[in-house]
């Protein structure tokens, strides 16, 4: 019994029938094809391209191409993303830690002076921290030389922010 399988941007993976589809159903070839919604029916060197590569998405199979994979980012580049998940954890952290409605009530006057001198105190203190381990990790995240100790800086400084 013959089989056809198609592809159609509506379903999830290719569909396999034992009969072709209607002729009153648009088909294509081409990726375009694809996007416009018509059933591409795979070729045998399509078919061939799906079993060696299974996890192939429609435009890969269609095309017979694999998508190469993004490059690497340079050591520049890696740090640069390092440097910038550190600044935003330092601001969540201290976020975390002093929530907005919390610094609302201390300035709206809805806590007494002892509390507010005492949150204040205490917001300036771990800001302090927070921004020294900042200032220590964004050193040496700087003097890394390669990836493994970028991420293990970013680590550490996630477990000393996070204890804090």
Known sequence: MATYTYLHNTLSEPHV???A???DC????????YLAGKWILLSSAQLSFLSANPTANPKE???MQLT?????PTLQEYKGMALSQVENRATGRLEEMYPAHKIMAAVS???DETAVAALILNYESAQSAILSA?????TAINAAANKATVDT???NYNAIINAL
């Open 134 to 138: 900042l200032e220590t990790v964004q």
């Open 61 to 63: 199979i269609i095309e």
């Open 26 to 33: 648009p088909t294509g070839l081409t990726w375009q094809d």
């Open 21 to 23: 589809i209607n002729p």
């Open 153 to 155: 800086l970013v680590s």
């Open 17 to 19: 029938l034992t009969a």
């Open 109 to 111: 006057g809805f806590m």
């Open 68 to 72: 190469p994979p993004p490059p690497e």
